[in-house]
């Protein structure tokens, strides 16, 4: 007979397939005992368990700790008396040196409060040394793997589920709801995370219309990846917000905002790319500053330009010494303006190293210039990651902004 908490488990039928495959897997096992006695009759169980495994075997938690350095077995059968580890402080050892190996820990007859313990310590089973047939022993072996990859994955749904709650958070405050006072202004925005979609990336943008009718757009990348990113992105379109409802615009919007960056970003190295512009209304133009963001899409009749006018480094680039032009932009009544983040024309177009790029990306356009405001953003970022499916999609985040105001 065997004492364990797994050992009377019953396999539902729902594991047969399960069972299958485990007639064609043998674990690795790392046995840590210092009793060659007890050693002999672990060799003798796995060599009569109908269950087939790899066994190892060394004498101390010094040498465990070699193994471990190099190796993951699957399971580690722990013996709690050793002689440079003791009772659970061997357990918390092994769970430092390898978290996702299963541990089953050997005890004596008069011990099983101690093994127990092991297990509300973090241990999967327990096994009374004397008292464990050949096939019990193989299955309490394998439950305790398959417990420890359950463990495992109900832990990574989990974190998982709470970084999807926080990218969830992260990007309503990167994508905000236009704040539109009249009429006469039609704004299509899309978003699209890229392919890995773990964590957010910086892209953002803000659309905001003033008292006097002004209207004011804002697109900006921060550059990499991550929470950190997407929070310092949150931070820019908020703060940009706030100085243009506060009247404060073109350099001097600017400059504010890299001192926001400055003060908010991680490292050093961090900067942020954008581009704002200002519609007046009545006037046949548009206000454009550029802090070493790309250029934008005119989109006139049926045909597409690329437009890229005079601006500045990007936010943190130069600090406390770059400059920002404010550039005109003839909009004629009936034109359209897109500003939209790298992403989209930064992706694959094939298996090799192609990328579409801005002549790849302006032709994508002309080929759409007909269709409405929401056909042609839509058609653009589709086409984009169509060409990008050889290399598993788009790599970085799009964010695009189609504005008409005439």
């Not at 069972?19 to 897997?25: F, L, R, S």
């Not at 050892?93 to 089953?104: H, K, M, N, T, Y």
């Not at 579409?356 to 990651?385: H, P, S």
Request: charged share 20%; aromatic share 4%; proline share 4%.
């Amino acid at each position: 007979m065997i004492s364990g908490t797994g050992a009377a488990e019953v396999v539902s039928a729902t594991a047969a397939g399960a069972e299958t495959a485990w007639e064609h897997w043998e674990p690795s096992v790392l046995l840590v005992e210092d009793d060659p006695g007890d050693a002999l009759l672990v060799e003798e169980l796995v060599a009569d368990g109908a269950v087939k495994m790899r066994l190892r075997w060394v004498r101390s938690m010094t040498e465990a700790t070699e193994v471990l350095a190099t190796e993951t077995p699957d399971c580690v059968l722990l013996d709690l008396h050793l002689p440079d580890a003791h009772g659970l402080e061997a357990v918390s050892l092994v769970q430092g040196l390898a978290e996702q190996v299963a541990i089953v820990v050997l005890t004596g007859l008069a011990e099983e409060q101690t093994g127990l313990a092991a297990v509300a310590a973090g241990a999967q089973d327990y096994l009374v040394k004397g008292r464990v047939e050949p096939e019990l022993f193989g299955r309490a072996v394998r439950y305790a793997i398959q417990r420890k990859q359950t463990e495992q994955a109900a832990v990574a749904l989990q974190a998982g589920a709470l970084q999807a709650q926080e990218n969830a958070r992260l990007e309503r405050g990167l994508l905000p709801r236009p704040l539109l006072r009249a009429e006469g202004v039609q704004v299509v925005a899309r978003y699209r995370p890229g392919r890995a979609q773990t964590l957010l990336g910086g892209d953002f943008y803000d659309i905001v219309q003033s008292a006097d009718g002004t209207l004011h757009a804002l697109i900006g990348d921060v550059s990499g990846h991550g929470p950190d990113e997407a929070a310092l992105g949150v931070a820019l379109r908020i703060a940009w917000r706030t100085l243009v409802l506060s009247g404060i615009t073109g350099a001097q919007q600017m400059a504010r905002l890299e001192e926001l960056l400055m003060a908010e970003r991680a490292r050093d190295e961090v900067f942020a790319t954008l581009v704002t512009l200002a519609a007046v209304p009545g006037e046949q133009q548009a206000h454009v500053v550029r802090a070493g963001h790309h250029g934008l899409l005119h989109r006139t009749g049926t045909d597409v330009e690329w437009v890229e006018v005079p601006g500045g480094p990007a936010l943190g680039m130069v600090p406390g010494g770059a400059r920002w032009p404010t550039a005109h932009l003839p909009v004629p009544a009936g034109t359209s303006v897109v500003l939209f983040t790298d992403g989209l024309f930064e992706g694959h177009v094939s298996r090799g190293t192609e990328r579409l790029g801005e002549e790849g990306l302006l032709a994508l356009a002309r080929e759409g210039a007909a269709l409405d405001a929401e056909a042609f953003v839509d058609r653009l970022i589709e086409k984009a990651e169509s060409l990008a499916e050889a290399r598993g999609g788009l790599a970085d985040d799009v964010a695009v902004v189609h504005l008409n105001w005439n």
